[in-house]
């Protein structure tokens, strides 16, 4: 039951802190964020990437929260951490996403810039977290 309670701890500021539900997560309100500016910067897109980069970039952004939230919600830490690479995987997906997106035109530097510290943000807390489950597992 120990082990099952690690996953709420997340690192911050060299402390432990203890949350009750994921909402409380930095990591998560920093993920559910990066996915509402995800939505937005992808309503400019053309019409004809609907089913093509626009959807692509919008699943694999609120996969990282998403993620979160399920790992949040599992028992044993194996799952845990699985769920936690899997939000790992989906934030280096939006990242090459992102960058591709610049590369043909479609956004412009400074918003990749944005979107690249929010992903850095992310990706170290995501680091923290599965470094803690692995030293207590």
Not at 85 to 94: D, K, P, T, V
Request: proline content about 1%; some cysteine; hydrophobic content about 35%.
């Amino acid at each position: 039951e120990r082990k099952a309670k690690v996953e709420e701890q997340e690192m911050s500021s060299n402390t432990n802190t203890m949350y009750k539900d994921f909402t409380e997560m930095p990591v998560w309100k920093t993920a559910m964020d990066f996915a509402v500016d995800v939505f937005q910067l992808t309503e400019a897109l053309p019409r004809k990437e609907d089913y093509g980069l626009t959807s692509q970039l919008r699943r694999a952004s609120l996969s990282i929260s998403n993620n979160i939230a399920e790992s949040f919600g599992r028992e044993h830490t194996k799952d845990k951490l699985n769920f936690y690479f899997y939000s790992r995987g989906s934030l280096l997906e939006c990242k090459n996403e992102l960058i591709y997106g610049q590369r043909i035109g479609y956004f412009n530097a400074a918003s990749v810039e944005q979107k690249s510290i929010q992903i850095y943000q992310m990706h170290e807390s995501l680091n923290k977290i599965i470094k803690t489950l692995r030293n207590k597992g």
